[in-house]
């Protein structure tokens, strides 16, 4: 991490684990040794913008002290449902979803201001993909030696339904 810290042409970093450090899941508990092993380091580092983790099944995402936190564990394995109210642990999940979380899928690209997040989803016997959320995470320092960022475009997916106990199937029209 300190290599990264160091590089001038290293504008952000993001990390990847398989075991969450945070999570409202009902099947795991948050991860003690990933905080321990991982947190203190990430949390030092002015370049670290987000954890990426799995193995909760579902989405989550946590912004905390300025880092964002995602789990995004709903690639196919059984989906679990997310504590809700007050059995959560974790009352910041930015995502105000149902507690059964879509399959899903995060797409980072690079912009010039920093990364930009499509979290894709497809709910359980549906055969569209829809959007979850989006995000924007910007770079921690400027560098002059950077390259610039792609301009990729948006997608253009509607939004998972939110209600009931998991998401619905998009209302998907086609021409």
């Not at 590089?7 to 899941?25: C, E, K, Q, W, Y």
């Not at 936190?69 to 059984?78: A, D, E, H, Q």
Request: charged share 25%; aromatic share 10%.
């Amino acid at each position: 991490m300190k290599q990264f810290e160091d590089d001038p042409a290293i504008r952000g970093v993001v990390v990847f684990l398989h075991h969450a450090p945070f999570t409202n899941s009902s099947l795991v508990k948050d991860d003690m040794d990933v905080q321990r092993a991982f947190l203190p380091a990430f949390r030092e580092s002015q370049k670290t913008m987000a954890m990426v983790t799995g193995h909760a099944h579902g989405y989550e995402h946590f912004d905390r002290h300025g880092k964002a936190f995602i789990v995004t564990g709903g690639g196919g394995g059984p989906r679990f449902p997310l504590l809700q109210g007050e059995k959560r642990r974790h009352v910041d999940d930015k995502y105000d979803g149902p507690p059964l979380r879509p399959f899903n899928f995060v797409e980072l690209s690079i912009r010039d201001s920093g990364l930009h997040g499509y979290v894709v989803g497809l709910p359980k016997g549906c055969h569209d993909f829809c959007r979850i959320e989006t995000f924007d995470l910007s770079w921690s320092t400027p560098s002059e030696n950077a390259p610039a960022g792609h301009a990729y475009p948006d997608r253009d997916l509607p939004d998972c339904g939110k209600t009931g106990k998991e998401a619905s199937c998009p209302d998907v029209r086609t021409p």
